[in-house]
Nanobody, 125 residues
Framework: QVHLAESGGGSVQAGGSLRLSCTGSRYTVRFYNYGWFRQAPGKEREFVAGIRWNDGTTHYAETVKGRFTISRDGATNTAYLQMDNLKSEDTAVYFC??????????????????WGQGTQVTVSS
């Protein structure tokens, strides 16, 4: 599948910030939607944030509203997830995802076709 390059994961104390990046490796994903999901050990993958590439509309999980911001850069085919005021419950492996433009909700994993390898985010209290 299309390769998505992720960076920015790491460890931070509660209240701190991290910025995740996700860059598409080929032109064919340049105008795809982007999303971020996370999965903690023993738990199901959950939606975090998504952005539609065509009009820039965004959607956030209730648990991260006001703290996380998803954005895009068309010139570099990159999506970002700015995470502020991190909490211990944000600890998880974060996955970048992309998918073709469609009418499907960007808050569901079914809207995405390609996935990154995952990057660990650890928040200590």
């Amino acid at each position: 599948q299309v390769h998505l390059a992720e960076s920015g994961g790491g460890s931070v104390q509660a209240g701190g910030s991290l910025r995740l990046s996700c860059t598409g490796s080929r032109y064919t994903v340049r105008f795809y939607n982007y999303g971020w999901f996370r999965q903690a050990p023993g738990k199901e993958r959950e939606f975090v944030a998504g952005i539609r590439w065509n009009d820039g509309t965004t959607h956030y999980a209730e648990t991260v509203k006001g703290r996380f911001t998803i954005s895009r850069d068309g010139a570099t085919n990159t999506a970002y997830l700015q995470m502020d005021n991190l909490k211990s419950e944000d600890t998880a492996v974060y996955f970048c995802a992309s998918g073709p433009i469609s009418t499907m909700s960007i808050a569901t994993a079914r809207a995405y076709s390609y996935w990154g390898q995952g990057t660990q985010v650890t928040v200590s209290s």
